[in-house]
């Protein structure tokens, strides 16, 4: 038998000895070294005082944490301060804790939800037994602030299984979240005085961090989102670095409550949706049948002018067709149920009510043969869709089951896309900046977790829109995994005249669908071709659409898409070219002409740009509607469109 020795051990430390001392990567590229076991704060520490007291948490290799958290050997590392944006979702995060910290002091029995950071702001869920009266909202105000006063340090501590359903075995919506975590998943708990909450942070250093902060109001929410299960009591907050940033948006607030569409709406009889019909499902009034009209009216001239071609197809069809398109099973959360087959058909077929226009603009694509010659065909239907959205995410005209999209699927060859997108983007321009005067931005969105298609097939579409993106030298923000399931897309965002940003139009590319339904062309080699097919709609929908305008002007719409004119009127040569004999005898400008002699007058443009013809629903004539509506005006009767 043959032995092997080892060699001989160094007179240094053994191999198994934990190092003494570790290195980190600066933002710079720069390392720093700092004794082992070191935390985020004592890097802050060790590089300056300055530093050590502004610091509120760290990124440790893209991801954000704790800076009690220990550092590891080799990490690139950034500490964050109130001037890094990512500091705000960690701030209103542990606002979030300090609210269910006042919460069980005043209110020990309470069962804690989610408390998550949102977009300017946080919430929490509580289950109470009872709403929130608005003397709760303010006790616990107070509460909070006797909190943050306190300065009670986050400490993190991560846990077992077991001990965190013992921890929590008087909560029962803690411990169905247990049990809803990975076999593998760190189960960590942070403490802040006497409240205890199971999280995965990360959290600032104390609640003394948290200074400008109000509670807003409280509303009641679904556990889980899911209107089967109890109705929790959410407590919605906002807090802010400064106390101006937090008086900015207040005023802000203040400002969209004047603006809110259901109210403007209401005074300007545009629309109802009613218990008879049901949720989420609009009614058009005369006034806001004329918004629809003209919206409609415009965007299918701009796209008839640039070789689109109208296409109508039914609200139902065979449940089939979503089958073979993928939308079933991956969209059936947001389908309404089957319904039976229709008379004479086999009991076994079902139809659905659709809640896209893809697969029926595909089959007029698919019946018959193009050829390379034909491309691109752009098909474009304004249609009714429906959407099964849950009724807590119902909210007037801005979220609801009955859409009007402005829909069109345009099919090409893989050689055309980078042209059409560019075609896209100036229709885009147009609407929305040369018309409307709107400042928007572009995201590109990428594969989600949940998708079809290959990831060869999505790397080649991801890097086209990406290609044209750059090619164009337009600035866009990646939004990784934001993508539609059959393929990324670009997303125009805008921002409102009070600064809030909302969703526009979107340009999808798409190589999945031309493949499961083997779309075809004859290529000039007299050979069959795989299409291409682009989704786009520039409205977005026009109930979506239309709230957004409501709230942007404020009810005082351009005097081209106003539902109620002043009988004052344009005298140029363009406008008395565009009159018509009106009722009564008056002499009126088509609306049509009206639109486009505001266009091409500059004088009609505000400082952003935006086309305003002097008047509107809330308030005809040339006396209101400038950019931003009727902003610090009082209403008075006649807004309502006398």
């Known amino acids: 038998m043959t032995s092997t020795s080892s060699p001989p051990q160094s007179q ?27 935390t985020g704060a004592d890097l802050a520490k060790a590089i300056g005082p300055g530093l050590a007291k502004a610091a509120l948490a760290i990124r440790v290799n893209g991801e954000i944490r704790d ?40 209110f020990p029995q309470a069962q804690i939800g989610f408390g998550p950071p949102i977009e300017d702001g946080f919430y929490y869920d509580f289950d109470i037994g009872r709403p929130f009266t608005p003397e709760d909202i303010e006790a616990i105000e107070k509460k909070m602030v006797e909190v943050l006063k ?21 909560d029962p919506l803690k411990l169905e979240r247990i049990d809803d975590l990975a076999d593998n998943e760190i189960i960590s708990v942070y403490t802040d005085g006497p409240f205890v909450d199971l999280c995965r942070g990360p959290h600032v250093p104390s609640t003394g961090k948290i200074q400008h902060f109000k509670l807003l109001h409280a509303a009641g929410a679904y556990w889980r989102g899911d209107e089967r299960r109890q109705m929790l009591q959410r407590i919605y907050g906002t807090a802010w670095f400064s106390k101006e940033a937090l008086e900015q948006y207040l005023n802000r607030l203040e400002e969209a409550r004047k ?9 300007l009889d545009l629309y109802s949706i009613q218990e008879d019909i049901g949720p989420g499902l ?21 796209i008839l002018q640039r070789g689109y071609q109208l296409v109508y197809t039914p609200n139902v069809t065979r449940e089939q067709l979503f089958l073979r398109s993928g939308h079933l099973p991956l969209y059936a959360a947001n389908q309404f149920p089957a319904m039976a087959a229709g008379e004479g058909e086999s009991e076994d077929v079902r139809y659905r009510v659709k ?6 603009h595909i089959l007029i694509y698919a019946s018959q043969q193009r ?3 034909d491309l691109p065909i752009r098909l474009a239907e304004i249609a009714n869709v429906y959407r099964n959205e849950r009724s807590g995410t119902l909210h007037g005209m801005l979220r609801v089951r009955g859409l009007s999209m402005d829909d069109a699927h345009i099919f090409l060859r893989e050689d055309q896309i980078e042209e059409e997108i560019f075609n896209l983007l100036d229709i885009v321009e147009l609407v929305m900046g040369k018309t409307f005067g709107l400042q928007y931005r572009l995201d590109l969105a990428t594969r989600p977790e949940k998708k079809l298609g290959t990831d060869a097939m999505w790397e080649i579409a991801e890097k086209a829109l990406e290609g044209a993106l750059k090619r164009r030298g337009l600035p866009f923000k990646m939004d990784v995994g934001g993508g539609a399931f059959y393929g990324p897309k670009i997303d125009i965002k805008f921002n409102d005249a009070i600064g809030r940003e909302w969703q526009g139009a979107t340009i999808q590319l798409d190589y999945e669908l031309p493949e499961r339904f083997k779309l075809e062309y004859t290529g000039n080699d007299n050979k069959p071709h795989r299409t291409v097919m682009i989704h786009r709609a520039i409205f977005g929908t026009l109930e979506r659409f239309v709230g957004f305008l409501i709230e942007h002007f404020a009810g005082a719409f351009p005097l081209w898409l106003s539902p109620v004119h002043d009988r004052r009127w344009p005298n140029g040569r363009r406008a008395r070219g565009a009159r018509h004999a009106a009722p009564g005898g008056d002499s009126l400008p088509s609306r049509r002409a009206l639109r486009d002699t505001e266009l091409q ?21 040339s006396k209101v509607g400038r950019g931003a509506g009727s902003r610090g005006r009082k209403q008075t009767s006649c807004d309502a469109g006398c």
């Not at 430390?13 to 070294?33: C, M, R």
């Not at 809640?355 to 029926?360: E, G, I, K």
């Open 601 to 621: 007058d500059p004088r009609r443009r505000d400082s952003q740009g935006a086309v305003h013809g002097g008047g509107g629903a809330a308030g005809g004539g």
């Open 67 to 106: 800076l009690q958290r220990p550092l590891t050997d080799g990490a690139t590392v950034s500490i964050l301060t109130n001037k890094d944006p990512q500091a705000l979702d960690v701030l209103r995060h542990s606002s979030a804790h300090a609210l269910a910290t006042a919460v069980r002091q005043l």
């Open 12 to 38: 240094g430390a053994s191999s198994d000895e934990t190092p003494s001392e570790i290195q980190v990567v600066l933002p710079d590229g720069s390392k720093k070294a700092l004794p082992a076991g070191a």
């Open 355 to 360: 809640p896209m226009n893809c697969p029926m």
């Open 371 to 373: 050829s390379y010659r």
């Open 150 to 170: 306190a300065d009670y340090p986050f400490v993190r501590e991560e846990v077992s299984r077991a001990e965190a359903k013992k921890r929590f075995r008087d």
């Open 259 to 267: 603006r809110d569409h259901r109210v403007i709406g209401k005074q």
């Open 282 to 302: 609009v009614v058009w009034h005369p006034n806001g049948a004329i918004l629809n009209f003209e919206l409609r009216r415009f965007i299918e001239d701009i």
